[in-house]
T-cell receptor
Framework: DQQVKQNSPSLSVQEGRISILNCDYT??????FLWYKKYPAEGPTFLISISSIKDKNEDGRFTVFLNKSAKHLSLHIVPSQPGDSAVYFCAAVETTDSWGKLQFGAGTQVVVTP | ETGVTQTPRHLVMGMTNKKSLKCEQHLGHNAMYWYKQSAKKPLELMFVYSLEERVENNSVPSRFSPECPNSSHLFLHLHTLQPEDSALYLC???????????????FGPGTRLTVL
């Protein structure tokens, strides 16, 4: 049973506009959430994370929002740039599990058009 | 070499072949992971090795056999695979912490496996 879901397989956005990627989870034990970015022929690279004790974390153009009551998080990219075109994966983990077993969503393909 | 490296990058094999995937991490981490990524599906954790212990996903068939000779090297031995095993196999490493701190995983570029 998939515990992390990204219901939008793709997103197209114009350069300069905001990209909003969504992620839902079902396991209330998850307390740390991450976004990874993946280009073709490369492995995923860590982008930004958020702990469940926060509701927002910002790093440059990237902001992650967490709504624990709704079990929902989102990634905002402002402004979107052509280099942001990639697949974005949401992931979640229970930090009480020292093995750090991440649960991933299926990914959202973002295409930023000029 | 830096980060996490994987070889080969591409592999085509028949169902009766035996092959191995190799992963090496140059980050000084104490945990290594194998993931499978099938098209349009989430990354699926297959195995974790850390400090001479192993955790595995019980749904992984026995035709996949991991080996971790030391903290820097990880192998995935493949034998009598099926066409549905065709996927991207990703290796990752991280610094496992026992104090409730989560350290992100660093991924290699993956091996694209095709089983004919």
């Amino acid at each position: 049973d998939q515990q992390v879901k990204q219901n939008s397989p793709s997103l197209s956005v114009q350069e300069g506009r905001i990209s909003i990627l969504n992620c839902d989870y079902t396991n209330s034990m998850f307390d740390y959430f991450l976004w990874y970015k993946k280009y073709p022929a490369e492995g995923p690279t860590f982008l930004i994370s958020i702990s469940s004790i926060k509701d927002k974390n910002e790093d440059g153009r990237f902001t992650v929002f967490l709504n624990k009551s709704a079990k929902h998080l989102s990634l905002h990219i402002v402004p979107s740039q052509p280099g942001d075109s990639a697949v974005y994966f949401c992931a979640a983990v229970e930090t009480t599990d020292s093995w750090g077993k991440l649960q991933f969503g299926a990914g959202t393909q973002v295409v930023v058009t000029p | 070499e830096t980060g996490v490296t994987q070889t080969p990058r591409h592999l085509v094999m028949g169902m009766t072949n035996k092959k191995s995937l190799k992963c090496e991490q140059h980050l000084g981490h104490n945990a290594m992971y194998w993931y499978k990524q099938s098209a349009k599906k989430p990354l699926e954790l297959m195995f974790v090795y850390s400090l001479e212990e192993r955790v595995e996903n019980n749904s992984v068939p026995s035709r996949f056999s991991p080996e971790c000779p030391n903290s820097s090297h990880l192998f995935l031995h493949l034998h009598t695979l099926q066409p549905e095993d065709s996927a991207l196999y990703l290796c990752a490493s991280s610094q496992r912490d026992f104090g409730g701190v989560y350290n992100e995983q660093f991924f290699g570029p993956g091996t694209r496996l095709t089983v004919l």
